[in-house]
């Protein structure tokens, strides 16, 4: 199964803060990769896929890049409602379809 | 719009088979462009996918749990259900189901369940 690490782990941020998020594949997985946003006690909610297409409805200050095996997500002016746990997940080599460990944005 | 429901009892004993079913409303599972899947997530822990159906019964499964997992699909009631054997205190999760197209491009999930909290314990 191909391995995908997030880091960091967890954070601090200030609201209006630029905040880039980073995740690594163990192999190369051109850019099958989705991120999703995870609030308490709610579902994941996806963000962008394709490595850097957002998802519909998703404010444009989210942005992805990367292919191969590395990838980041940039939340470009940090607003309270993004304060979350994020996941990478790629969808190249399955099953299984596997996801990051998380990132929790926590504010400062 | 597309919405998925879980259910199913939120405890069951060590050793039991744990059932959950999600029902689809808004769209038919049966549409043939989609992929139904179960995915985990231990409390403070991160996501783990399951297993995953399409809607000719066709499965596939996450190899850590192939020999324990079996996912069937109703297309008569909109339903897939999951039923996981021999379960530990390790399997306690809120279980989500997830929808994602069957394109190879597009295997993200799109639509998520709301999650249903299953704890195992005698």
């Known amino acids: 199964a191909i391995r995908m690490t997030q880091s960091p782990s967890s954070f601090s941020a200030s609201t ?72 990478c997940q790629q969808y190249y080599s399955y099953p299984p379809y596997t996801f990051g460990q998380g990132t929790k944005l926590e504010i400062k | 719009q597309v919405q998925l429901q879980e259910s199913g009892p939120g405890l069951v004993k060590p050793s039991q088979t744990l059932s959950l079913t999600c029902t689809v409303s808004g769209g038919s599972i049966s549409s043939g462009s989609y992929y139904w899947s179960w995915i985990r997530q231990p409390a403070g822990k991160g996501l783990e996918w399951i297993g995953r159906i399409y809607t000719s019964g066709s499965t596939n499964y996450n190899p850590s749990l192939k020999s324990r997992v079996t996912i069937s699909v109703d297309t008569s009631k909109n339903q897939f259900s999951l039923k996981l054997s021999s379960v530990t205190a390790a399997d306690t999760a809120v279980y989500y189901c997830a929808r994602n197209r069957i394109a190879a491009a597009a295997l993200y999930f799109d639509y998520w369940g709301q999650g249903t909290l299953v704890t195992v314990s005698s």
Request: net charge positive.
């Open chain 1, 16 to 87: 209006g803060d630029r905040v880039t998020i980073t995740c690594r594949a163990s192999q190369g997985i051109s850019s099958y990769l989705a991120w999703y946003q995870q609030k308490p006690g709610k579902a994941p909610k996806l963000l962008i896929y394709a490595a850097s297409t957002l998802q519909s409805g998703v404010p444009s200050r989210f942005s992805g890049s990367g292919s191969g095996t590395d990838f980041t997500l940039t939340i470009s002016c940090l607003q309270s409602e993004d304060f979350a746990t994020y996941y």
